[in-house]
């Protein structure tokens, strides 16, 4: 579960919102508590990368099913 922040707060402590995700925190920053960004560990984002890859090899190798033709 991520932690939520204000952008206002977010301004404020931006080198502690940092380092808590650094340590493997997920924090969201919210507006109006609405998520407008995520900030993510380093490791989180290579995993994420990893799936988008992964997908783009599939849909690549399989053109017909990535457009949903049948």
Partial sequence: MATRIPT???RKEMAT???R???G????VTRHD???A???PKQDLKALEECEDAR???AAANPK???GSR
Avoid at 25 to 28: A, L, N, S, T, Y
């Fill in 65 to 67: 099913k990535a457009s």
């Fill in 17 to 19: 919102i940092l380092k």
């Fill in 8 to 10: 206002a707060v977010a």
């Fill in 34 to 36: 609405k998520t407008i």
């Fill in 56 to 58: 783009k090899a599939s």
């Fill in 21 to 23: 995700s650094a340590r």
């Fill in 38 to 40: 995520v900030v993510i």
């Fill in 25 to 28: 925190e997920r924090i969201k």
